[in-house]
């Protein structure tokens, strides 16, 4: 088994969910709420994301080959896709918008509720975590593979929880100074994955 695979795999779904990007919008989307109610909500919400990265784990490339699209095209398109949200990380883009959803939740009337939107989609599993999941489960078809990369997945969603049962204190001990560095300095780790994942996907279709 190769560890140094799952260990990148490791870092691609860390990278993209950002589980220390979503902590701070975790505490306002559940200000005021009782620390059972925060537990509530934010299981829910891991919980919904888990189940959804899971489907397209594994119906992942089936539902690319009924749309007729190749795993190697689809590689490059991930790998652009992830090169975009990595530039929203380094410029602070991505934390806007996730704001902005944040506030627009907050904002309706019957979104009283918001662990399946906006924590469990978009925040969680993202157009980019899905994309992630298609693209490392594609890597190998044997079931040893498939195991490791959800329980990756798992893990990595595992930390979400952790962080948004610790969000209060975590903020305070980083601040918004510290959250700001720990975004950027994943968002140049993502930049250089999705550029591995272009130059896969280019040599698949035997470009070079």
């Known amino acids: 088994m190769d560890f140094t695979l799952y260990i990148s795999a490791f870092v691609t779904l ?23 109610r925060r537990r509530v909500i934010a299981l829910r919400a891991c919980l919904t994301a888990l189940a959804l990265l899971t489907l397209f784990g594994l ?12 795993l190697a095209a689809f590689r490059i398109a991930g790998g652009i896709l992830l090169f975009l949200t990595a530039l929203d990380m380094l410029f602070e883009r991505r934390s806007q918008r996730r704001q902005g959803q944040a506030d627009k939740s907050e904002a309706a009337e019957n979104h009283t509720d918001p662990s399946v939107f906006p924590l469990a989609i978009p925040l969680i599993a993202g157009p980019g975590a899905i994309a992630s999941m ?9 079931t040893v593979h498939l195991f490791a990369i959800h329980g990756v997945m798992a893990l990595v969603i595992a930390v979400v929880i952790v962080l948004f049962l610790l969000a209060g204190p975590m903020e305070r001990a980083l601040g918004p100074t510290g959250i700001n560095v720990v975004t950027r300095l994943l968002g140049m780790l993502l930049a250089a994955l999705s550029v591995q ?12």
């Open 14 to 36: 860390f990278v993209i969910i950002d589980p220390v990007g979503l902590a701070p919008l975790f505490v306002a989307l559940t200000q005021g709420m009782t620390p059972r």
């Open 59 to 70: 119906a992942g490339e089936a539902i690319l080959g009924f749309l007729g699209i190749s």
């Open 134 to 142: 298609i693209l490392l489960t594609g890597q190998d078809t044997s």
């Open 197 to 208: 994942f272009v130059i896969d996907g280019l040599q698949d279709l035997h470009v070079f």
